[in-house]
């Protein structure tokens, strides 16, 4: 019964947005589709003729709003409903890389830009742009373990729910997301791959060991790795979006250690001053041990710690936390089978459908140093309640949290500069990550005023930025995501798709470069 009611909820939510689409189409119709039928393809004949005639090439679907209003609104789905407004010319929905290829031709021969989209979490709506054609991978499926060689082979619509789901019971562990609705094998790479575990494995792209795109200048699909195509090689292992179109991805598989330990409690008391404490614990060398997460909004903190060592490697920590409960023995020490069972305490569910939500997200790395002479400003940052600037009263409909995600050990260990992650991160002893959500009764201008504060408080505490968290309003975004790595992405880039047919988004490399449309 309860697998029926989500089916059908799911389905009069896409119904909703098929309307949804449909009227602005109708709306913008009036206004400008009649007399700029090129720059706004909504309801275009010809354009929609040529979108059937390719669909008998397709093993797949491809669509226009017009053509088929469901397809095109599943291929278009975005969770940051912020970015709703942006209206695609076409949608691929692939299932195989001849749609890709095919659909990328298509993209070149009717002058549009390409936008790739798995399962559309990009905080900054990178996988939905204006006027482009969207390659949708979501229906590109395969887990393939190979317990031998300690290898995972992920389709490109796989999200890590599949891939966590495919390793249960094998003793093996992936680098991977904590979102599991979130794609393991597109843009969560290409920004790096932040993870809880990343402490003891490194970042996800220290554990990439090649992938299959297709190439936009020519329409092939090709295996990327340290041996072939070693430049893009290092580009999609954190240098954003933009490159080509990635099929699959192989990544390294770790058996899992002697032991997985838990540290988590809630405080809604005073959470400041555990929270202080353990920011001083990780301005020390904690985070060599420990990962995990402290979660925090206004009044309230939820620690949920992890370590994936040796018991006597994991045991100062738990030693240095003993006053805070009265003893080591009442530290709330748990030991766990998996990474995901101590993720969601239990036993991995089926399949759900995360929330839509209107987010702004920020993100900053913190050095130990940072976190010392910083500490106050980052609490206060950590508990922050969403007030209008203007008027220190609070935004209406607006809610916030962040997370203080440790870092360090294997993040830092890997020092041979072989991916484009920047050197702030590497030598990182936390993440601050905060998200601030509005709702319909949120003022615009309201919401605009208070992150644009937010940001530039939190860009006063640490130096450099997660791609995939990045604040809309941060400023020398090169520098900042990328530093020395940014001259060869741009190279890259330039090599890989020299007429800037994938469309250029915000902080993608290249886009600040002036171009006229291909």
């Known amino acids: 019964q309860t697998v029926v009611v989500g089916y059908l909820m799911h389905r009069f939510v896409t119904f909703f947005l ?5 009227s602005a189409c109708v709306s913008l119709n009036e206004q400008s589709c009649d007399a700029d039928a090129q720059s706004k393809p909504c309801g275009n004949p010809e354009l929609d003729a ?3 005639a390719l669909a008998t090439h397709l093993d797949g679907t491809v669509s226009t709003l017009t053509t088929d209003p469901y397809e095109f609104t599943f291929g278009t789905h975005m969770y940051n409903h912020l970015y709703l407004y942006r209206r695609a010319a076409v949608v691929v929905n692939a299932i195989s890389a001849g749609d890709v ?20 979490h990009d905080f900054l709506g990178r996988s939905l742009q204006d006027d482009a054609v ?41 680098v991977g997301g904590d979102g599991l609705s979130v794609g393991a094998a597109g843009g969560y790479h290409l920004g790096g791959g932040r993870s809880f575990t990343n ?18 200048t020519t329409g092939e699909s090709v295996e990327v790795s340290a041996t072939s195509h070693p430049d893009l090689f290092f580009a999609l292992r954190g240098g954003g979006a933009g490159y080509c179109v990635i099929l699959s991805i192989v990544l390294r598989l770790h058996e899992y250690p002697e032991v997985i330990q838990g540290i988590s409690w809630r405080d809604t008391t005073a959470p400041a001053v555990p929270v202080g ?12 041990q420990w990962g995990g997460f402290i979660y925090t909004a206004p009044g309230v903190a939820l620690v949920d710690l992890l370590h994936m060592g040796t018991r006597a490697d994991g045991q100062p920590v738990i030693n240095a936390l003993g006053p805070m409960f009265g003893g080591v023995e009442n530290v709330p020490v748990k030991e766990y089978k998996s990474y995901i069972n101590w993720q969601l305490k239990g036993k991995l569910p089926d399949p759900i459908q995360e929330d839509n939500v209107w987010t702004s997200t920020q993100t900053v790395f913190l050095s130990k140093a940072e976190i010392i002479a910083n500490k106050n400003t980052i609490l206060e940052i950590l508990f922050m309640e969403p007030k209008n600037p203007a008027t220190g009263q609070p935004v209406p409909g607006a809610s916030r949290l962040c997370l203080f995600i440790p870092s360090g050990g294997a993040v830092t260990a890997n020092s041979k500069n072989d991916v484009p992650i920047i050197r702030q991160w590497r030598n990182a ?6 998200s601030t959500r509005l709702t319909e009764e949120t003022p615009r201008d309201q919401f605009e005023a208070l992150t644009k504060a937010e940001w530039a408080q939190m860009s006063t505490v640490g130096s450099g930025v997660y791609y995939n968290y990045a604040s809309p309003w941060l400023q020398n975004w090169q520098d900042q995501i990328w530093g020395e790595h940014y001259s060869r992405l741009l190279a890259i880039k330039q090599n890989y798709d020299p007429n800037w047919r994938f469309s250029t988004c915000q902080f993608c490399v290249g886009s600040e470069v002036v171009s006229p449309k291909p």
Do not use: P
């Open 18 to 22: 098929v309307l949804l689409h449909f």
């Open 50 to 52: 040529k979108v059937r």
């Open 101 to 120: 290829s095919a659909a990328v031709r298509f993209a070149k021969e009717e002058d549009f830009r390409i936008v790739v989209h798995n399962t559309g």
């Open 134 to 174: 969207v390659i949708n991978l979501s229906r590109m499926k395969g887990v393939n373990v190979n317990a031998i060689s300690k290898e995972v082979q992920i389709a490109a619509g796989e999200t890590w729910y599949d891939v966590y789901k495919a390793l249960e019971g094998t003793n093996l562990h992936v």
């Open 199 to 216: 402490f003891a494995f490194g970042l996800s792209v220290d554990n990439v060991l090649r992938y299959q795109a297709v190439l936009v």
């Open 277 to 288: 404490e353990l920011l001083d614990g990780f301005a020390t060398d904690w985070g060599d």
């Open 429 to 434: 002893a936390a993440t601050l990550f905060c």
